[in-house]
Every structure is written in structure tokens, then in C-alpha cells.
T-cell receptor, first 114, second 113 residues
Framework: AQSVSQHNHHVILSEAASLELGCNYS??????LFWYVQYPGQHLQLLLK??????LVKGIKGFEAEFIKSKFSFNLRKPSVQWSDTAEYFC????????????FGKGTSLLVTP | DTAVSQTPKYLVTQMGNDKSIKCEQN?????MYWYKQDSKKFLKIMFS???????INETVPNRFSPKSPDKAHLNLHINSLELGDSAVYFC????????????FGQGTRLTVV
């Protein structure tokens, strides 16, 4: 079955700490990968995306993600988090075998403390 | 200009009522979606429309019906509302195919009492 898994449901970090959020997917065929962020009370916004080429993708606000095909993973990283990074983070996949519907993982809630 | 707009932002209604949520996108996208976000923040795809054709319909009760008068609009109609329908509903749009990122509306918080 096609699925998207995010390993960490709740993460608490101090400001300036490094962040890595895990995402694994189980899809056949071609996949396109996304990370979205949802700030409190707001809608989802795109952080970054991967379609092809360089597996290390840089996004907005200092975020980056690495696509590792052999591990079916697309982990999100940021070297130094800020209080304003407090939000929900969603990994999402579009797969050729699912009509390119955008399917989400269950999300990771990140709290950054001052 | 708001790329994806949905109305209303808040909707409080009684069980058994019928309600609609409207969605419009001005991005010229071919595909529009409805997602339901539950209290645990899980986003579940409900419907996807591509050029006015329903291409995905997950295990959603038939009380929910999408209506697309044209490719810029995808409205969500809900009949006989139940307490469990309380959630935030997001509309989104994207270009057809795999590489189109989805743009989301602000969400509609539906509360059924």
C-alpha cells in the first residue's frame, strides 16, 4: 500500500539547536516529494520540493531536505532553529501510481523554546 | 490577490443540516482538491478534480459531494451533518501531473453541534 510515514510526532528543541525530521514513503513508480509547513492557525505553505536531479534540495527559511532513493527517505533539516519555526511540518508525496494525488504524512509538531 | 480562497472561514451548524463550502482559485490550475484535517492535524485527501472530472474519491461518505461548475471552482456540499464531520477543511489546487506543487486555501473550520 502507498503510504507516507513521519517518525517524529512531537519534537521540542531549544533555539539554535539543529533539526532533522524523518520522512519515509512507500510508493511504486515515479515520486515527487514535498515538505509543507503549517504555522499556528494558518494554511499550509510549501517549504521545498524534489522532482529530480540533485538529491539535496534547499528551500525557504534555511530548510533543506535530502532524497535518499535507496532508503525511500526525504528527511528535512535545518542547522539552527528559531522560535518562529514553531509549527506543524508535513511530508507529502505525489506518485505516478496514485494519479498524482498529493498524500500527506501525519505531521510533526515542532516546538522551539527560547 | 488570494490564489486559493475558500468561504466561509468558520462554520458552526447543527447536526442534520446541509452546508456548503466554496473554493475558488485564480492560478489557472487544472486540478483542485479537498482535504480534511482532523483534531490530530492529520490531512486526509477527500476529492480531487482534474478538468471537471473526479479522479480520486477516497473512502468518504456519500454525504459529501464535490461540485465543480468550472475548473476555477470546486465547492464541497455536505448533507446531514454529523458531529464527526467537525474538522478543518482545506481546498487546494495544482497543475496536473506530478511536479505541480499544491497551493492551499486558508481553511474552513466546521463545527457541528
Amino acid at each position: 500500500a502507498q503510504s507516507v510515514s513521519q517518525h517524529n510526532h512531537h519534537v521540542i528543541l531549544s533555539e539554535a539547536a539543529s533539526l532533522e525530521l524523518g520522512c519515509n514513503y512507500s510508493y511504486g513508480g515515479t515520486v515527487n516529494l514535498f515538505w509543507y509547513v503549517q504555522y499556528p492557525g494558518q494554511h499550509l505553505q510549501l517549504l521545498l520540493k524534489y522532482f529530480s536531479g540533485d538529491p539535496l534540495v534547499k528551500g525557504i527559511k534555511g530548510f533543506e531536505a535530502e532524497f535518499i532513493k535507496s532508503k525511500f527517505s526525504f528527511n528535512l533539516r535545518k542547522p539552527s532553529v528559531q522560535w518562529s519555526d514553531t509549527a506543524e511540518y508535513f511530508c507529502a508525496v505525489k506518485g505516478s501510481n496514485s494519479g498524482y494525488a498529493l498524500n500527506f504524512g501525519k505531521g510533526t509538531s515542532l516546538l522551539v523554546t527560547p | 490577490d488570494t490564489a486559493v480562497s475558500q468561504t466561509p472561514k468558520y462554520l458552526v451548524t447543527q447536526m442534520g443540516n446541509d452546508k456548503s463550502i466554496k473554493c475558488e482559485q485564480n492560478l489557472g490550475h487544472d486540478t483542485m482538491y479537498w482535504y480534511k484535517q482532523d483534531s490530530k492535524k492529520f490531512l486526509k485527501i477527500m476529492f480531487s478534480y482534474n478538468n471537471k472530472e473526479l479522479i480520486i474519491n477516497e473512502t468518504v461518505p456519500n454525504r459529501f459531494s464535490p461540485k465543480s461548475p468550472d475548473k476555477a471552482h470546486l465547492n464541497l456540499h455536505i448533507n446531514s451533518l454529523e458531529l464527526g464531520d467537525s474538522a478543518v477543511y482545506f481546498c487546494a489546487s495544482s497543475q496536473a501531473g506530478g511536479q505541480g506543487e499544491a497551493f492551499f486555501g486558508q481553511g474552513t473550520r466546521l463545527t457541528v453541534v
